[in-house]
């Protein structure tokens, strides 16, 4: 059992004593189960629950009725993990507030992987900037099949001037967890840049968000 390993091979202690970012994916979940079940310690547990959802992703993930299921969950624990996630999700907001200067890449795909990494299907999403590069909002605009979404330039737009935004940063996420860019990425970014350059807003970036893994378009030379 836990209580008989050696008190800095405990996960509560090793993230006190070395920090979280030491910890496996089993422990940092052993500590947010807290407890195992009759005959399975909680890291053991952890590590079953990895192998039954294939990653720690997929176990942040899950629905509702996926996650209870499984050997020691019940809907206190996937309550206590959406507040937990909604947390997460709201400490990175806050660091994009209105009227911020975005100066980061990091700080910006941060904040687009907490918004769009547990949507199951593909959502089309941008940050709307001034002309300093000041955030005016993020706004998730189409919402598409699990394999596309349907982006329609005249509406970005709208949007854009809407807002009075000087400049965009596009962003989609891809439900397969692979970043790479499709060719139909790459085409539907040049159709908006192109059709934003008649009213004079720029197009600075489109980040493909993949679960934690991300993919710039701008970084990659394809705009």
């Known amino acids: 059992?836990?209580?008989?390993w050696p008190s800095d091979e405990r996960p509560r202690e090793k993230l006190l004593n070395?920090?979280?970012?030491?910890?496996?994916d089993a422990e940092l979940l052993a500590i947010f189960l807290r407890t195992g079940?009759?005959?399975?310690d909680v890291v053991e547990l952890a590590r079953q629950l990895l192998d039954n959802f294939n990653g720690l992703h997929n176990v942040l993930s899950a629905d509702y009725h996926s996650f209870c299921q499984q050997h020691g969950?019940?809907?206190a624990k996937y309550a206590q993990l959406q507040a937990t996630m909604e947390m997460s999700r709201r400490y990175l907001a806050a660091k994009l507030v209105k009227g911020e200067t975005l100066t980061s890449s990091k700080q910006t795909k941060e904040y687009l992987i907490s918004e769009l990494k547990h949507e199951h299907h593909e959502v089309f999403a941008i940050l709307f900037l001034d002309n300093q590069h000041n955030i005016i909002c993020f706004k998730k605009l189409f919402f598409g099949t699990i394999d596309a979404a349907t982006v329609y330039p005249r509406v970005v737009?709208?949007?854009?001037l809407k807002f009075r935004a000087a400049a965009l940063i596009l962003s989609h996420n891809h439900p397969s967890g692979i970043a790479e860019p499709s060719l139909a990425d790459k085409q539907i970014t040049q159709k908006l840049v192109k059709a934003l350059d008649l009213v004079d807003i720029r197009v600075l970036d489109h980040i493909i968000i993949a679960g934690h893994l991300t993919c710039s378009l701008a970084e990659r030379g394809d705009m």
Not at 1 to 4: C, P, R, Y
Not at 157 to 160: L, N
Request: charged share 20%; aromatic share 4%; proline share 0%.
């Open 37 to 40: 079940v009759k005959g399975i």
């Open 157 to 160: 737009v709208e949007s854009a």
């Open 1 to 4: 059992m836990l209580k008989n």
């Open 18 to 24: 070395f920090g979280a970012n030491t910890l496996t």
């Open 73 to 75: 969950l019940g809907k």
